[in-house]
């Protein structure tokens, strides 16, 4: 059985730095993401990692403030977040693929429960 674990979410002013992590387990998947959804919005993908090679992927809208990273021994992988801006308020999801590609939400059946990030002004 996968499970997905989440930790590291809160609250943090603008301009602030936050360190979310996902533990895995149940089986070995191709890569990993971050996705985030706001109230009122559809999910969106956030960053993604390959866990053979550590190829990375970024929304346009985190690129140069977040980075995703893989612990292969642990089987975690983490999501450092710079310069936090409100409109990343949202709750962040951890997810596993099994796909050749990693960038869209279809690619990934497995889901963790979400951590909430909230950035204030």
């Not at 140069?64 to 975690?76: E, H, Q, V």
């Not at 450092?80 to 308020?89: A, F, G, I, S, V």
């Not at 590609?101 to 889901?111: G, L, R």
Request: net charge positive; charged share 15%.
């Amino acid at each position: 059985q996968v499970h997905l674990v989440e930790s590291g979410g809160g609250l943090v002013q603008a301009g602030g730095s936050l360190r979310l992590s996902c533990a895995a387990s149940g089986r070995t998947f191709s890569g990993m993401g971050w996705f985030r959804q706001a109230p009122g919005k559809e999910r969106e993908f956030v960053a993604a990692i390959y866990w053979s090679d550590g190829r990375t992927y970024y929304a346009n809208s985190v690129k140069g403030r977040f980075t995703i990273s893989r612990d292969n021994a642990k089987n975690t992988v983490s999501l450092q977040m710079n310069n936090l801006k409100p409109e990343d308020t949202a709750l962040y999801y951890c997810a596993a693929s099994n796909a050749f590609t990693v960038t869209s939400i279809h690619d990934y059946p497995y889901w963790g429960q979400g951590t909430q990030v909230t950035v204030s002004s």
